[in-house]
């Protein structure tokens, strides 16, 4: 992907994005959680109006200093929600650019009632830019956008381009889990995971083959088994 500086804020690299930011019409309640609840969710060093010199998130005082886990690429944000409520102990991140998914993600956090989460509405290489080092304890990459075809695998996240910055902001003996069905993608991943200082952790078929215990089926998932496609599930810790 190609870098470059913007003009408009001398110290943003300019990024090439290949997803998508908007789809269908938004709901008149999904806007509404836009307009409501989304700035005091969303960390306002992320911005880079807010922050054009890209100062780091203080993460202790956005989570009063709570362990730090980080989902990239929520989707419709169920899984982000279930890991907020199941574990209150731990402040969350999420990064999403598709709007319409930041918005699915609002309607079920007012819902949930769940107060440890931040929501990054925008590209998660943006996030990893104004996130400490060593600061993330987990991260989670779920059903990320497959890219099928060849040409298109160096979009896909699983390259050292996003991987090497995610590697900078994991603490030492952090996890990272990658989800997905795409038997491409999982070779994509088990090759140029640990390539960035990660030891992959399956000893037994069932390490890749069963979800996690604390796993709850996304939608995306389920379209996958619908469709035949066998998820896979590969656990990595960060090395150091």
Aim: glycine share 8%.
């Amino acid at each position: 992907m190609g870098r470059g500086m913007s003009t408009d804020h001398p110290e943003r690299p300019r990024r090439n994005f290949y997803g998508r930011f908007k789809g269908k019409s938004l709901k008149q309640s999904q806007k509404t959680y836009l307009d409501e609840d989304l700035a005091a969710l969303a960390p306002g060093a992320v911005g880079w109006k807010e922050n054009p010199t890209r100062e780091n998130l203080d993460l202790d005082s956005l989570f009063v200093g709570k362990p730090v886990w980080l989902e990239i690429g929520f989707g419709g944000g169920e899984h982000l929600v279930h890991q907020a409520a199941s574990n209150p102990d731990v402040g969350i991140i999420g990064a999403e650019p598709y709007i319409n998914g930041v918005a699915m993600l609002l309607g079920k956090i007012r819902k949930a009632g769940v107060e440890n989460l931040a929501v990054h509405p925008g590209d998660a290489r943006d996030l990893f830019d104004v996130l400490p080092d060593q600061s993330i304890s987990k991260a989670f990459l779920l059903y990320p956008d497959p890219w099928p075809k060849t040409r298109h695998h160096r979009r896909r996240f699983v390259t050292q381009e996003h991987l090497e910055p995610l590697a900078r902001v994991l603490k030492p003996g952090a996890t990272l889990r990658v989800a997905t069905d795409i038997p491409d993608y999982v070779r994509q991943t088990l090759e140029e995971v640990p390539k960035a200082g990660f030891d992959w952790l399956a000893e037994r078929p069932d390490d890749w083959r069963v979800s996690w215990e604390d796993w709850i089926s996304t939608r995306y998932e389920q379209k996958a088994l619908r469709e035949g496609r066998a998820p896979h599930y590969l656990t990595f810790r960060r090395q150091g």
